[in-house]
């Protein structure tokens, strides 16, 4: 048995969704995390400080009584996105991040931004009071190969952005390739990064093992093992550019096994066992909570958590519950597929 203590982690990119689906995914995050960074990605999104505010009302009714959790809201960023609102709304407190989702992008993202010089002068104001940027990070051009959208975007996008406005704090979220962590390493020092567990455990030999994996398919998708390799690296050395971010992105198992599946892997229940065996793996054990509780709230300047969670390593495989089951319908959770020693216990 071996056993470690870290400060309590943040998952620092979530989608909680929102009615039966928010009341039973927020208990598999607020079990083991601390904070989390909610993704306004709802169908309509959520798209002002009212919005946020109301939709933070609804997580707080599903945390479990008793558990410490704290939701920090985002803003879903469009052409039309008001400045004032902007500004009130990060001065009150209802919001903590703007996000931008190219239009088309991935799930719920046909409102996103279409010509990012329009959305120029909002960047700019978020520069001047401080709010930070998320980003999901792929060009949607039909022309361009799937698995080269996220280089695309840092060539012709975000490395815009960067130069003109070197101060914007920005995390270029769920990262999935060797050029995303030398862009990373290299550029500002408002700029950082998350990663997810699932690009963290696979490559993309996994959606296609045997047949189509739909559970598997995620945004952007998983890449080849040479991408993973860079990702792991950066992620066991401490790197304080790169954190946890998981994407835990619930969709109905109906949804996902589809003529046209959607997008997104539900990883909240064993994110953090499976993170200890990988890093556990690389000998790195002692870099976990650098990437799961302090890397992300350094670069938002928040600080650590109080709280301590066990983890703990034995010599039986943790067996995994397979499926959330909300009525007749169900959600799929994350399993690599590969053998996992460590639990947790808070
Ligand atoms: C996310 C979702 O389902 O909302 N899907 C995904 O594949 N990652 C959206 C996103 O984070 O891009
Ligand atoms: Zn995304
Ligand atoms: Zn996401």
Redesign the pocket.
């Known amino acids: 048995m071996e056993e470690i203590e870290i400060i309590k982690p943040d998952d620092w990119?979530v989608?909680f969704?929102d009615n039966e689906i928010l009341k039973a995914v927020v208990p598999e995050t607020t079990r083991h995390f601390a904070r989390s960074i909610i993704?306004p990605?709802l169908i309509p999104p959520i798209l002002n400080g009212n919005d946020a505010l109301q939709y933070r009302k609804r997580i707080e009714q599903a945390i479990p009584k008793g558990v410490n959790f704290k939701p920090f809201m985002t803003v879903y960023l469009t052409e039309n996105t008001n400045q004032n609102d902007l500004k009130e709304s990060y001065k009150n407190g209802l919001i903590f991040a703007v996000k931008l989702?190219p239009a088309g992008?991935?799930?719920?993202?046909d409102s996103g931004v279409k010509n990012l010089k329009k959305i120029m002068p909002l960047l700019e104001t978020m520069t001047e009071v401080g709010l930070p940027l998320l980003i999901?990070g792929?060009v949607t051009d039909k022309g361009v190969d799937i698995f080269d959208r996220e280089k695309i975007f840092i060539d012709q996008k975000l490395d815009f952005i960067c130069k003109k406005l070197p101060e914007l704090k920005i995390t270029l979220?769920?990262i999935t390739t060797k050029d995303a962590t030398k862009y990373i390493k290299e550029g500002n020092k408002n700029l950082a990064a998350s990663i997810?567990p699932h690009h963290l455990a696979l490559n993309r030999n996994a959606i296609f093992v045997g047949g189509i994996r739909p559970h598997y398919?995620?945004?952007?998708?998983l890449k080849r093992e040479n991408h993973r390799q860079a990702l792991l690296k950066v992620a066991i050395s401490g790197n304080k550019k790169f954190f946890l971010g998981t994407?835990t992105?619930?969709?109905f198992v109906h949804d996902k096994e589809s003529d046209c599946g959607?997008?997104?892997?539900f990883n909240a229940t064993y994110c953090l066992p499976i993170l200890a065996q990988i890093f556990d793996n690389f000998d790195s054990i002692n870099n976990l909570e650098s990437f799961v509780s302090k890397n992300g709230a350094l670069h938002y300047r928040l600080k650590k958590n109080k709280e301590k969670i066990k983890l703990i390593k034995s010599n039986k495989e943790i067996i995994f519950k397979k499926f959330i089951k909300i009525g007749n319908k169900q959600i799929k959770i994350f399993n690599p597929e590969f053998p996992v020693y460590w639990h947790i216990i808070n």
């Open positions: 990119h989608h969704r993704m990605n989702y992008a991935t799930t719920n993202s999901h792929e979220e769920h997810t398919y995620c945004l952007p998708i994407d992105a619930p969709h959607c997008a997104g892997v």
